[in-house]
């Protein structure tokens, strides 16, 4: 059969097309290195369930919530330790505290670990900090791979706050708008970095009167009062306990606004389409809820321990999705390399989550590992291992280990000690958190409060502390 007029090229046509198709498809396989920014805020302090998109009554986040539509939240994530330093070394390494040993506020992150800044400025990336205390001060070792580490000193204390809070605008994000501007065009990598809501709670006049409740007229959010008390085993008013979770709730609707500010601005320089962004916190905050106590590096505590992780992806663009698995803040370096498409360093001790946000098959961890090494003045160290159902903590005292198990899904407010009637579980939990601190080099022993002398010596003697 003879070929009607024109067929012969109109089929060359179509075969050059498929293979100039099929080069296109081999070539972006091959390079697999999106043209992709990041974007990681921290916001200090930060507990999972005062935010409205994890279901708290009030509406203290409604641009988080807003940015939560277009996002993967993960709605259980543990964090490795309640302290800023040692939480976001583990973050940016995607190892445990026990492992890079930056496991306290005072300890400095060796240079021999390698941070997600590091990896990324190898790859090209501008990297810029912007961190709003000096508990994050650049001498602490997390400035490691930036080409600008901005710091803003003694935030925590109440006079500089008062004087450069904003109702529109704080420091931190005033400098991180001067810098996406000047630099939106380059591949870049910035981590932000808000203190509030940490203590002290004083947010803007504006977010107090929306948040706080009338109180005795003597504990304020800044009262040296509220850690007397708690050293003195003195009770606080009801009325003042429900002001100081208020003006902390305050805070976190102020810190909100910092993160609308910002998206406001990436959606202005079209940047959402090329741009990973993740928001979480390092740890959480005890707001009375135990011991007595407002803060949070004393305890293991899910107010403490929970936070809140979304990530939002342009291959996620305007698909929300709720991910229930818990997972961890140590996750959070794989999962970055992951969607950036670069090699993980070896040893991490995390998991990619991509596989969670694509519906694929994954393997979660059998256990997931906490602790806390408080100035020991204040407290002792203490330990945790849980599961989904279970958490054991080990807590250090001098007359010996003091062992506490609770069962999260009928008393998720950790109230009652079971470790004496679910021997069984006590007993393999006991097993699976001994091993991991003998592992680790750090086992737990009966220690002196003192600074200068019983588990201090130690921690210094293993390189743990300077």
């Known amino acids: ?132 205390t000096h508990i994050l001060d650049s001498k602490y070792g997390l400035n490691q791979g930036f080409d600008k580490y901005w710091e803003i000193h003694k935030f925590y204390k109440p006079a500089l706050r008062r004087r450069l809070q904003d109702l529109a605008i704080d420091p931190t994000t005033n400098q991180v708008m001067r810098w996406l501007k000047a630099n939106h065009n380059k591949r870049f990598f910035l981590w932000i970095h808000w203190f509030h809501p940490h203590r002290p709670y004083i947010p803007p006049p504006q977010y107090e009167k929306a948040f706080a409740q009338p109180y005795s007229g003597k504990i304020t959010g800044e009262s040296d ?31 909100d606004h910092q993160v609308g500010t910002v998206l406001g601005l990436l959606d202005s320089l079209n940047l959402m389409q090329s741009t990973v ?35 939002y992806s342009p291959e996620f663009n305007d698909v929300p999705k709720r991910i229930s698995q818990t997972v961890q803040t140590l996750d959070i370096l794989p999962t970055i390399a992951d969607l950036l498409s670069f090699k993980v360093p070896e040893k991490v001790q995390g998991q990619s989550l991509t596989p969670l946000m694509n519906n694929e098959a994954f393997q979660p961890v059998e256990y997931i590992f906490a602790e806390t090494f408080p ?23 001098k007359e010996g280990i003091i062992k506490v198990l609770y069962d999260l899904e009928s008393d998720p407010e950790e109230r009652q000690n079971l470790y004496e009637d679910s021997t069984r579980v006590a007993a393999h939990l006991d ?36």
């Open 1 to 132: 059969m003879m070929e009607p007029e024109g067929g012969t090229d109109k089929k060359m046509k179509i075969n050059n097309f498929q293979v100039l198709a099929l080069l296109v498809i081999i070539f972006m396989a091959c390079a697999r290195e999106p043209n992709l920014n990041l974007i990681v805020i921290t916001i200090d302090t930060l507990r999972a369930d005062r935010l409205s998109c994890y279901g708290y009554n009030k509406p203290t986040t409604p641009n988080i919530d807003k940015f939560a539509t277009r996002c993967v939240l993960f709605e259980n994530v543990i964090c490795q330790e309640p302290q800023t330093v040692p939480s976001h070394a583990s973050m940016f390494t995607g190892l445990h505290p026990r492992t890079h040993k930056a496991i306290t506020n005072v300890s400095k992150l060796n240079e021999k670990f390698v941070t997600l800044a590091e990896i990324l400025k190898q790859k090209g990336y501008a990297t810029a900090a912007f961190v709003s």
């Open 225 to 255: 009062l509220i850690d007397k008390y708690w050293r003195e085993g003195k009770m606080l008013d009801p009325a003042d306990v429900n002001h100081l979770r208020g003006l902390y709730d305050g805070e976190v609707a102020f810190a």
């Open 277 to 311: 962004i993740i928001v979480t916190s390092d740890h959480g905050e005890i707001l009375y809820d135990h011991e007595n106590y407002f803060g949070h590096d004393i305890g293991l505590y899910d107010e403490c321990l929970k936070v809140p992780l979304l990530i």
């Open 375 to 397: 100035f020991p003045e204040k407290a002792l160290p203490r330990h945790c291992v849980r599961t989904p159902k279970w958490k054991l903590e080990w807590r250090e005292s």
């Open 431 to 466: 097993s699976v958190l001994a091993n991991w601190l003998k592992d680790g080099g750090l086992h737990p022993a009966p220690i002196p409060t003192a600074r200068e002398s019983g588990r201090w010596k130690i921690l210094k003697s293993l390189g743990y502390i300077d």
